[in-house]
């Protein structure tokens, strides 16, 4: 059955490792990072410091690639949230009213889901994982057909250098993955690129749930609302009976990571509840900021010739604005269409099959950065600009419209197309919904 390389062992790397082990005999992850010995930070991933919301498309793809994961999270104290029931968002139009969705995921931290994947892992006897070694290039056969390995080097100590060879490659080293440069190196071209830049900063604390608060909802969002407001923010509630509170801010309005200006921002949101709730709650971590967040597409699939045996996925082909919580979704979506091309002897086809998950999440991301006067980027059209003025009437019709809101968390959560939204007894609603109504 031959061998398989993932490099990088992060969320996109993990679960195409995962579903790899069904093509070919090893599987060995090669990951810069030593790991730590539980679900803790490591620097390969800095953004795991910040609140990451597992959508619920995710949550059922990682569950299905790992049977009995979520009893796993559900033993270690993650939260079952149900959305619209133990979510609360203020938006648009206010609060909007408290409703049984069926739509469920975890509000479990960044580092305990890797964890508890990376765990699944190193239990199976044919994955293997070499820490502490950064790729540094492609190895091909002589006529530069095929990739046939990667070129790796020991971080640290005797600086060893190695080929590693295998008979399919996947990239899933991140944003600053360095594959157009592998690629050019072994004669081919590397791919275009489309950056769409906000300029979104993130500042996040952690806290133990202030004692004696009650609320109904597990986890909190308050939206920004654009143009006019561009400042969120977003407590959940995880494991442990923590809380983790990430505040962010667009066109360069970050949240600053000091104590004070920290609180400041987090009480000039569009409501004080998140300020409210964290006033007396304990501080357990430093402040940490974050503002690598630009949207970044690298169109691989636009290539006129492409190596066979290897395939890019995850962060290192669609970055997006962490704010709208699509990452390690797209990055399963995208295992998901990996795993349908290996399945049909399409291996060829993948970086479109990958172009075409991505095609969506895109879409949503870069539409909705696009309110926003200072985003940098192609610019839009006037389907973009007629997309705001609906989607604007969208939320706030959802606060009086259970049937919507219910199709509203299912697109948002990646269980439903957006079309959905534009359905004829929507679309009616929407456009003749008085505009001076809206926020
Ligand atoms: C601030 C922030 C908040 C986010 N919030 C969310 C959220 O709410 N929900 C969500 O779904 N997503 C979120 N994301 C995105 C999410 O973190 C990623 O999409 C997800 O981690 C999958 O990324 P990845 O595995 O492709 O890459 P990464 O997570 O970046 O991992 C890349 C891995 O490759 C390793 N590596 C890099 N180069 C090499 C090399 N040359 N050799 C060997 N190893 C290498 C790195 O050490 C790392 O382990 C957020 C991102 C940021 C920045």
Redesign the pocket.
């Known amino acids: 059955m031959g061998s398989a390389i993932v ?8 679960l195409a490792a995962r579903v790899l082990t069904d093509f070919y005999e090893t599987v060995t992850v ?4 030593r790991f730590p010995d539980g679900p803790e930070d ?7 410091r ?6 619920a498309r ?1 949550h059922q793809i990682i569950e299905s690639l790992f049977p009995g994961l979520d009893a796993e999270l559900d033993a270690a104290g993650v939260p079952r949230v149900e959305l619209g029931y133990d979510t609360t968002i203020y938006g648009r139009g206010g609060w909007v009213p408290r409703f049984h969705s069926g739509v469920y995921t975890r509000s479990v931290s ?1 580092v305990l889901l ?1 964890y508890a994947v990376r765990c699944r892992l190193l239990a199976n006897p044919r994955v293997q994982f070499m820490e502490g ?4 290039g492609l190895a091909t056969d002589a006529d530069r057909m095929r990739v046939t390995g990667v070129l ?1 080097q020991a971080r640290g100590g005797s600086r060893e250098q190695r080929t590693v060879e295998a008979d399919f490659v996947v990239d ?7 594959a157009p440069e592998w690629l050019k190196a072994t004669g081919y071209d590397a791919p275009e690129e489309t950056v769409v830049n906000a300029f979104l900063g ?1 500042a ?1 604390r952690w806290y133990n749930k202030a004692p004696n608060f009650n609320q109904f909802w597990k986890d909190l969002l308050i939206a920004s609302l654009p143009p006019k407001n561009p400042r969120g923010g977003a407590l959940w509630e995880v494991e442990g009976g923590r809380w983790v509170v ?1 505040l962010a801010g667009v066109n360069r309005d970050y949240p600053p990571t000091d104590e004070a200006g920290f609180m400041d921002f987090a009480r000039s949101l569009p409501h004080s509840a998140i300020y409210d709730a964290i006033r007396d709650a304990e501080p357990i971590s430093d402040i940490s900021g ?1 503002q ?2 630009e949207n970044r597409l690298r169109h691989y699939e636009r290539l006129a010739r492409w190596p066979q045996g290897f395939a890019v ?4 082909v669609c ?2 604005n ?10 399963a979506l995208q295992v998901e269409a990996l795993q349908a091309a290996l399945r049909e002897g399409a291996a060829g086809d993948i970086q479109k099959r990958i172009a075409r998950v991505n095609q969506t999440t895109w879409l949503m991301a870069t539409g909705e950065d696009y309110r926003y006067p200072g985003t940098e980027g192609p610019r839009p059209g006037w389907s973009t600009r007629l997309m705001h003025r609906y989607i604007d009437r969208v939320q706030v019709l959802l606060c009086s419209d259970t049937d919507l809101a219910q199709t509203f968390t299912e697109v948002s959560s990646l269980m439903t197309p957006p079309t959905a939204l534009f359905k004829p007894a929507y679309a009616w609603k929407v456009l003749t919904f008085r505009p001076q109504q809206t926020a």
């Open positions: 490099i990088g062992g992060s969320m996109a790397g993990l090669i990951e810069r990072d490591r620097a390969g991933v800095p953004q795991a910040h609140l990451h919301v597992l959508l995710g960044r890797e070694w950064q790729v540094n790796a899933a080293s991140g944003r600053t993955s360095h993130y996040t990430t974050y690598r967040t996925l995850g962060d290192a970055a997006f962490p704010v709208y919580g699509q990452g390690i979704t797209t990055a």
